[in-house]
């Protein structure tokens, strides 16, 4: 399982404590890994002592004995699979997905909740670990079984910066697929967590339209995708993640990627590399931004 991102106590740093409130978009796979990163110091390696679920209805329900199966129990370590994120118990596991917009953040003392805010987790350092979803697509689930075995996990691909995704694994998955190359990298049995944002930018760094069906991409080709790809989500997660609309880190800081942002959200504009106005079309029902002139 290695690059898939566990994160033990040795790992812990200093607790960043988040100061005010602030809803997010569409988490992908950096802002996950951001926000895991972030309440990891605060939680790892401490008891849970309480379990507040205010609201069971998200995409699938919250399981009802959840609070039985946390309390008293020591979160030994926290991985990321995909866009989940898997808080390991000694009786199991917790998996838990930010859906269209979730977010987690850290309390260091009560606060009185609001309208979207779901569950509490109280653990023994004082921290809370406050999960909001206004939209309410994200999931909390529990599993006694080998989590990566999930059925929400099992049939996931390579983790994208992980030595399993390349250039070669993509041209060969791909070899008599019709489906847009932009539907086919987003396709998480395809690869782990590549979504709408990075997508879109590693098509672009790698000139390849979005539109170009998947079976005709040279491998050449995919070689410059699996390396853009690799690229963008490596800088992204260096940065905190995408900044688009209010997305915040889970200690209130915000994400600082969406300044370098090259072609996602830029419909209309110049290109960055040949000053052609960008395009906006429509693949897989997802907005996509290209340039006619650089993209082949």
């Known amino acids: 399982m290695g690059g898939i991102g566990f994160y033990w106590p040795a790992a812990i740093e200093s607790c960043p404590i988040r100061k005010d409130s602030h809803k997010s978009p569409m988490p992908e796979l950096p802002e996950v890994e951001t926000t895991l ?7 790892i390696a401490q008891p849970v002592t309480d379990v507040i679920i205010r609201q069971h209805r998200l995409r699938w329900p919250i399981p009802r004995g959840l609070k039985n199966n946390l309390c008293n129990q020591t979160l030994r370590g926290l991985a990321r699979r995909g866009k989940y994120i898997l808080f390991h118990f000694d009786n199991g596991t917790l998996l838990l997905h930010l859906g269209m917009s979730g977010r987690l953040r850290i309390l260091s003392e ?7 805010d779901h569950a509490d987790i109280h653990f023994a350092g004082r921290h809370i670990l406050r999960f909001t979803d206004p939209r309410r697509f994200g999931a909390l689930l529990w599993t006694t079984e080998n989590p990566f075995q999930h059925p929400l996990l099992a049939d996931m691909g390579p983790e994208p910066l ?16 019709k489906a847009p190359v932009k539907a086919y990298i987003m ?9 709408n944002i990075y997508a879109t930018e590693a098509l672009f760094h790698s000139g390849i ?8 991409v040279s491998l050449a080709q995919y070689q410059k995708l699996a390396d853009a790809i690799k690229n963008v989500l490596e800088n992204a997660v260096r940065k905190g993640g995408t900044t688009l609309k209010d997305f ?9 990627f969406s300044i370098e942002l090259q072609a996602y959200g830029r419909a209309g504009e110049p290109c960055v590399h040949c000053e052609t106005t960008l395009k906006l079309i429509r693949t897989g029902q997802r907005s996509s931004v290209y340039c006619p002139v650089c993209q082949k």
């Open 248 to 256: 915040m880190q889970s200690d209130g800081s915000p994400g600082y």
């Open 110 to 116: 009560p606060a009185a909740a609001g309208k979207h």
């Open 37 to 43: 990163r972030g309440i990891g110091p605060c939680v």
């Open 187 to 195: 396709d998480s049995k395809t690869v782990a967590g590549v979504g």
């Open 162 to 177: 992980t030595p399993d995704f390349h250039g070669q694994y993509l041209w060969a998955q791909a070899r008599g697929r």
């Open 209 to 216: 339209r979005p539109q170009t069906a998947a079976g005709k």
